[in-house]
């Protein structure tokens, strides 16, 4: 049974930082690829940064680029998502995936095939 468990979400004023992290159980982290995605309410859930299984490669969605750091550590079994320069705009639930399959990092969410529960994160103006 995988299990991916968030933490680290909260309140935060605009222009603050948090880091989120993801635990992983139930299979060889290091064969993983993982991602993190975000659904605000009534919004579509939507791709923000991915890491290949040999963390080798990043992705992330334009409107991070340059404020959010994904990362993992293996030994860990661990994936964090370093958030910078938080915007009221980053309001959501923040989600982990893991993805099987060895392939490049990918975007859609039903490519993914472990979530987390979610956590959420509130960026005040």
């Known amino acids: 049974q995988v299990q991916l468990v968030e933490s680290g979400g909260g309140l935060v004023q605009a222009g603050g930082s948090l880091r989120l992290s993801c635990a992983v159980s139930?299979?060889?982290?290091?064969?993983?690829?993982m991602g993190w995605f975000r659904q605000a309410p009534g919004k579509e859930r939507e791709f923000v940064a991915g890491?290949?299984?040999?963390?080798?490669?990043?992705r992330y969605t334009d409107s991070v680029k340059g404020r959010f750091t994904i990362s993992r550590d293996n030994a860990k079994s661990t994936v964090y998502l370093q958030m910078n320069s938080l915007k009221p705009e980053d309001t959501a639930v923040y989600y982990c995936?893991?993805?099987?399959?060895?392939?490049?990092?990918?975007?859609?969410?039903?490519?993914?095939?472990?979530w987390g529960q979610g956590t959420q994160v509130t960026v005040s103006s």
């Open positions: 995936a893991a993805d099987t399959s060895l392939r490049h990092i990918r975007v859609g969410a039903y490519q993914y095939d472990y």
């Open positions: 139930g299979r060889t982290f290091s064969t993983l690829a």
């Open positions: 890491i290949s299984w040999t963390g080798g490669s990043t």
